[in-house]
């Protein structure tokens, strides 16, 4: 089945580690997002990528960091410097970076720092 | 300056009864394209929905139907017949054009929890 898939599911993390959330699509897509979502609120972008080798910082990439080394990965790094990490965290993926294409979520990863 | 509002925190509908979740949108763009997503418990973000700003007729997918009013920048979801299944969180999102890298973003409202009661 196509679609994008997120792990682990559930993850706890001690203050001061740096923790990667995967992301993989199998469905040919070239853009692909991160999202942030606190309690209550909508979701907020943190990084895109529009096509392999290239990503671009949203609206809170401070604290984040991507890579794109691969067509269907799209893996995010939440560092140290990320003050407050605890959210759920969703990948997104769309056909190409134009306006028109839908954006498709993955299940999510809920991050929590103890 | 907020770009989607959703001013309906909760709602609470009869099973089988028609719902209407608001939304109101702000942009300068002449471009653009409204989406609405299902939010279940489990977490995932289900595509519903879309709206672009020159398509001439409201959108309709099974159940839903989205009642897009331009001038007044209104983009509401319709939920016929609703069932139990719809409970879930309801979001708003509006597709910006970022001009320098050619990418979209969506931009998200807050939300609306929507509970049907049997």
């Known amino acids: 089945d196509g679609g994008i898939t997120q792990s682990p599911k559930y993850l706890f993390r001690k203050e001061g580690q740096n923790v990667t959330l995967s992301c993989e699509q199998n469905?040919?897509?070239?853009?692909m997002y991160w999202y942030r979502q606190d309690p209550g609120q909508g979701l907020r972008l943190i990084y895109y990528?529009?096509?392999?080798?290239?990503?671009q910082k949203g609206d809170i990439a401070e604290g984040y960091s991507v890579s794109r080394e691969k067509k269907e990965s799209f893996p995010l790094t939440v560092t140290s410097a990320q003050k407050n990490p605890t959210a759920f965290y969703l990948c997104a993926s769309s056909i190409s970076r134009f306006s028109t294409d839908t954006q498709y979520f993955g299940p999510g990863t809920r991050l929590t720092v103890l | 300056a907020q770009k989607i509002t959703q001013t309906q925190p909760g709602m609470f509908v009869q099973e089988k009864e028609a719902v209407t979740l608001d939304c109101t949108y702000d942009?300068?763009?002449?471009?653009?394209?409204l989406f609405w997503y299902k939010q279940p418990s489990s977490g995932e973000m289900i595509f519903l929905i879309y709206q672009g700003s020159y398509d001439q007729q409201n959108a309709t997918e099974g159940r839903y139907s989205l009642n897009f009013q331009k001038a007044r920048k209104s983009a509401n979801l319709v939920i016929s017949a609703s069932q139990l299944g719809d409970s879930a969180m309801y979001f708003c999102?509006?597709?910006?054009?970022?001009?320098?890298?050619?990418?979209?973003?969506?931009?998200f409202g807050q939300g609306t929890r929507l509970t049907i009661n049997p």
């Open positions: 469905l040919n897509h070239d853009a």
């Open positions: 999102a509006m597709r910006e054009q970022v001009i320098i890298q050619g990418a979209q973003k969506l931009v």
């Open positions: 942009t300068s763009d002449p471009s653009y394209g």
């Open positions: 990528s529009q096509i392999v080798n290239d990503f």
